[in-house]
């Protein structure tokens, strides 16, 4: 085999390794984006969790003390959760001798977001 022939073969197996790494490497990233993108939703589900969670013992609270209605709907500080831009909003009204709570909560991350409203009643204790 002659110098020249060689080193052609040695170049063209050097591009090929080049080019099985890249395709190994597009397999790998896109696999990466589909678990920070799963990630990312699970840590939205578990903020609004926790946000619904704060917003039902804040108006439980309210219930116990005798405070129960609300004028409309307040936002109450939601920053300690963690997370800049979620948002918390309870409202609670006196439907006959039960007091009704709305829960709206409101959490992004990235380019996910995640919007979600419930109503409660108040037990009274």
């Known amino acids: ?6 080193s052609g073969f040695i170049l063209v197996y050097v591009i090929m390794l080049l080019a099985i790494t890249a395709v190994v490497m597009l397999v ?3 696999g990466a984006n589909t678990m920070l993108f799963q990630a990312d939703a699970t ?7 926790n946000l619904a969670a704060s917003g039902l013992a804040w108006a ?9 209605a609300t004028a409309g709907p307040l ?3 939601a920053s300690l959760l ?3 831009r979620a948002v918390l909003a309870v409202e609670i009204a006196m439907r006959g001798d039960a007091a009704e709570c ?6 992004a991350k990235g380019r996910q977001s995640i919007s979600k409203a419930r109503q409660y009643v108040l037990s009274a204790r």
Not at 1 to 6: F, I, L, N, Q, V
């Open 102 to 107: 709305r829960i709206e909560t409101s959490a």
């Open 75 to 77: 936002s109450l500080d």
């Open 43 to 49: 840590y939205l589900q578990a903020l609004d969790r």
């Open 28 to 30: 790998l990233t896109e």
């Open 82 to 84: 963690g997370d800049s």
């Open 1 to 6: 085999m002659s110098e020249a022939r060689r």
């Open 60 to 68: 439980r609270h309210q219930a116990a003390r005798g405070e129960p």
